[in-house]
């Protein structure tokens, strides 16, 4: 089935920084990507959607100035979280679907440790 | 109102026995159905689709019911490999997918 990589797996941050995740599909091109946020014991929340080559929409109450998503490519979507805090501790995964009615795809997950 | 919501379990039984749950959507307007496996501290991964006329895949069937919108999973002769977390998905707006938080099922020796 269809591939989808995300990079890094886990990752611990102080305070402040901003960290970088990228997600790519391996063997097929993806207009489309989506950016989930899981926090224990709860469900996937979709935070944006991200469109290759135009500006991502975000789902209410996401800050757009605060979870920066590129689509550079039509294999490869980042999500930069910038001045990262304790709150934004969470598990980030990525999504892509090779067309719109098919199943998702999903990313092995970014596990952010905010400390 | 949720867009899905899930019985969060936890089912325990014991290995060979069936174990079924379901899950309620308040979209009529969806199309695709979906149940996914998520193991702990992993990303969900493709169960199976769920269609109108129901379906099944080896040990495990499906159903969905417009009418009343809510679709289920059985597992029939569990296994212990079988523990996870079963995520019930749904579409929505046209392109995005919702999900339920899941139902936890634990199956002992």
């Known amino acids: 089935g269809a591939v989808v990589s995300q990079h890094p797996s886990w990752v611990i941050c102080k305070s402040g920084t901003s960290v970088k995740i990228e997600c790519r599909s391996l063997d097929f091109q993806a207009t489309t990507m989506f950016w989930y946020r899981q926090f224990p014991k709860q469900s996937l929340m979709l935070m944006a959607t991200?469109?290759?080559?135009?500006?991502?929409?975000?789902e209410q109450g996401v800050e757009k100035d605060k979870f920066l998503i590129n689509h550079a490519s039509l294999t490869l979507s980042t999500l930069t979280v910038t001045s990262a805090h304790p709150e934004d501790s969470s598990f980030y995964i990525c999504?892509?679907?090779?067309?719109?009615?098919?199943?998702?795809?999903f990313g092995q997950g970014t596990r952010l440790t905010v400390v | 109102r949720k867009e899905v919501e899930q019985d969060p379990g936890p089912f325990n039984v014991p290995e060979g026995a069936t174990v079924a749950f379901n899950c309620t959507y308040s979209?009529?307007?969806?199309?695709?159905f979906f149940w996914y496996r998520q193991d702990c501290r992993k990303e969900p991964k493709l169960l199976m689709s769920?269609?109108?006329s129901g379906n099944e895949d080896g040990r495990f069937t499906a159903q969905l019911n417009r009418a009343s919108q809510y679709i289920s999973l059985l597992i029939r002769d569990s296994k212990l490999s079988d523990s996870a977390t079963y995520l019930c998905v749904v579409n929505y707006d046209d392109y995005k997918l919702s999900f339920g938080a899941g139902t936890t099922v634990t199956v002992r020796a």
């Open positions: 991200s469109n290759e080559g135009s500006k991502a929409t975000y």
């Open positions: 999504s892509a679907r090779i067309n719109l009615n098919t199943e998702a795809f």
């Open positions: 979209n009529s307007a969806s199309q695709s």
């Open positions: 769920v269609y109108s």
